[in-house]
């Protein structure tokens, strides 16, 4: 299928989608089935319409070109026109790239120590930190739904629920292991060791996502208990849901009340299987084809946080920034997230057929 071809279908249905919904036959649930599918096409039907609009133009100043007396004046015109028919065509193309139906979720963010014992678990404090910075930088709400922390102060796991404006849509690369590199606090010898940390991004899932049976589920509460097994409380608050058809286990004692914990745990494990559906869907789409970026394969190593160089690597882009410091902040993550972002577009671009 031709370029100009995609385009005059999607002019087509935009106009099929107007008329269908002036005509007054339909039931509520299709009229806003159709509103929304229209309000999704209307950008794109506008962008094309301005896109063949230059064309005509052109075609018209190329027949002026012919004319002595007319050539002057319609030379300026062509060079604008050169210079705004490409940016026009990238803009539609950009338009066209499926989207993920996630991207304007909010966001359950999991981090968990991984190799190198209290090191990994500081580690993890350390990502913690960084994402807390950036949520406050894009104006987010960085809720701590449960942590579990380590005798010298960092985290074995922690659980954030983050909110806000395309929250998904901009930490969805983050999931993945990140490797740190630095000379420990507890190290006499002054030797870098090497550590890494486990980042989940879930997009959180609503009642209309999935559906979760109480049939599907198994509950179990117990007594909340603090690092090394100091009580917090005296009641059996702390829940552990189980969903029984795919084993997925979430617990939660963060909260003095049984009620707020169920809660609690009840949105990480929705979030979970609706992440789970999501990269089945993927995954059967893909056909075998590996994604280079945005995976979310946790075995798979994205970033290196080089402590004696100063320096940020991310892997899957080959980007590295000599901004660490920054970056642990949350200030210039954007600047390993943006070309991340860029990269998916690019990818998901040239794999489009016209």
Do not use: C
Not at 53 to 63: H, I, N
Not at 195 to 200: I, L
Not at 244 to 262: A, C, F, L, M, R
């Amino acid at each position: 299928m031709s370029f100009d071809h995609k385009l005059q279908q999607v002019l087509d249905r935009h106009r099929e989608l107007a008329s269908l919904m002036a005509g007054g036959n339909l039931s509520g649930e299709e009229f806003a089935e159709l509103s929304i599918e229209y309000a999704d096409l209307d950008p794109v039907a506008q962008a094309i319409q301005e896109f063949n609009d230059a064309k005509s133009e052109m075609d018209d100043l190329q027949e002026m070109l012919a004319d002595p007396e007319m050539k002057e004046m319609a030379e300026a015109d062509v060079q604008v026109l050169k210079e705004k028919l490409p940016l026009l065509e990238k803009k539609i193309q950009m338009s066209l790239i499926p989207k993920d139906k996630a991207d304007s979720k909010n966001a359950i963010l999991e981090i968990r120590a991984g190799t190198g014992g209290d090191e990994a678990a500081l580690f993890a404090a350390d990502l913690y930190a960084m994402y807390r910075g950036y949520a406050a930088g894009q104006g987010w709400k960085f809720e701590l739904m449960d942590a579990s922390e380590s005798d010298i102060g960092g985290y074995k796991e922690v659980f954030v629920n983050v909110s806000g404006k395309n929250v998904f849509a901009r930490l969805k690369f983050e999931s993945g292991v990140h490797r740190v590199q630095r000379v420990p606090e507890t190290e006499s010898g002054g030797r870098i060791h090497t550590s890494a940390a486990t980042v989940a991004v879930l997009p959180e899932a609503e009642d209309v996502d999935i559906d979760v049976r109480d049939e599907d589920l198994r509950i179990d509460v117990f007594r909340a208990s603090g690092p090394g097994g100091q009580s917090v409380n005296t009641t059996d608050s702390a829940v552990r849901i189980t969903h029984i058809p795919t084993g997925i286990t979430v617990s939660q004692q963060d909260e003095k009340s049984q009620h707020k914990n169920k809660a609690k745990a009840m949105v990480i494990l929705r979030s979970r299987l609706y992440e789970a559906e999501r990269q089945k869907l993927a995954d059967e789409r893909a056909a075998n084809r590996k994604s280079q970026v945005g995976s979310g394969d946790r075995s798979e190593r994205i970033r290196t946080y080089n402590f004696p160089q100063g320096r940020v690597t991310d892997h899957r882009i080959n980007l590295t920034l000599h901004k660490l410091d920054k970056i642990l902040t949350g200030e210039s993550l954007d600047e390993v997230i943006e070309p991340l972002i860029a990269e998916d577009q690019a990818d998901k671009l040239a794999s489009l057929s016209w």
